[in-house]
């Protein structure tokens, strides 16, 4: 008789172990019970084999073989050649994506430009570590940029804003980037006070408006292949300020 209660409680144990370990796991990664066997979407894909990366014919900074593959698109007229999704973390550690446009690129990085009080331009003041991804889908090509941001000079702001359309530097003035608006027609009304308030005047920079660089410590360059063997070639900044050059699986 003890024999059996004591086999019995300790299946209850195991149970109760395996309830445990349901839950503590679950917490942490919590699944769904949801998943895809076939939908209408599961099919589409394609076989890439445009295109074919040497190594021996990578340049020696990634800002190199970016401006290379930059023209690239621009010459395929892929759309938004200068498009990346830009990502950055808030405070609680949740990370948050948004497109924006490279305005330059050098040796020192690539360059855009936002507003400074933008929900990203808020994140970036706490956490300065940025993550860029461009993905050209003509050249069926994505290069991805890990790196901090600094902004930029108030002079090299304002060279930018200067060459921007009168109507988008209106717009700097009335946006005020990712805060809540009663709607379009209070947006119409500050863009219209700001028209009537520079009328016949220069638009200078809003002093919340300008540039970021970003300095890159490591540069990935991504090739679709056929059957899935994509290339990956990853730039990685070296302690002497050499980039060190790796393939990585696909
Ligand atoms: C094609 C495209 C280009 C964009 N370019 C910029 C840009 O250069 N700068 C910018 O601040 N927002 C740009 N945006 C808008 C951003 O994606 C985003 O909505 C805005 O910056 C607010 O982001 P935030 O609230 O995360 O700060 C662009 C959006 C698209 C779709």
């Known amino acids: 008789m003890n024999r059996l209660r004591g086999f019995l409680l300790s299946l209850y144990g195991l149970k109760l172990v ?16 949801y998943f895809v066997l076939h939908s209408k ?9 445009q295109w074919e990366m040497k190594r021996e014919e990578m340049e020696l900074s990634p800002a190199l073989q970016f401006q ?16 990346m999704s830009l990502a950055t973390v808030d405070a609680s550690g949740q990370p948050t994506q948004r497109v924006v446009l490279l305005k330059d690129v050098s040796d020192a990085g690539i360059s855009f430009f936002t507003n400074y009080n ?9 956490n300065p570590k940025v993550s860029a991804n461009f993905f050209w889908p003509l050249l069926e090509r994505q290069v991805r940029w890990e790196g901090r941001v600094s902004k ?4 090299a702001s304002d060279n930018y804003f200067a060459s ?11 946006s005020p980037q990712s805060r809540a608006i009663g709607g379009d027609d ?37 090739q679709g292949r ?19 050059l790796m393939q990585v699986a696909p």
């Open 164 to 174: 921007r359309p009168r109507e988008s530097r209106i717009g700097a003035w009335a």
């Open 68 to 83: 290379n593959w930059l023209e690239d698109a621009i010459a395929a007229e892929d759309t938004e050649p200068t498009a």
């Open 41 to 49: 979407y599961s099919d589409i894909r394609r076989n890439y084999e």
């Open 186 to 222: 209070m947006l119409m009304e500050r863009f219209r006070k700001f028209e009537q308030q520079f009328r016949g005047k220069e638009v200078p920079r809003p002093p919340h408006w300008g540039g970021y660089l970003i300095v890159p410590h490591k540069v990935e360059f991504w």
């Open 152 to 155: 930029l000079s108030a002079e």
């Open 18 to 33: 395996k309830v445990c370990s349901f839950v503590l796991f679950h917490q942490r990664y919590s699944t769904t019970k």
């Open 118 to 126: 933008s929900s990203k331009g808020l994140q970036m003041g706490h």
């Open 226 to 244: 056929p059957n899935r063997m994509h290339q990956r070639f990853v730039y990685t900044l070296q302690p002497d300020g050499e980039w060190d």
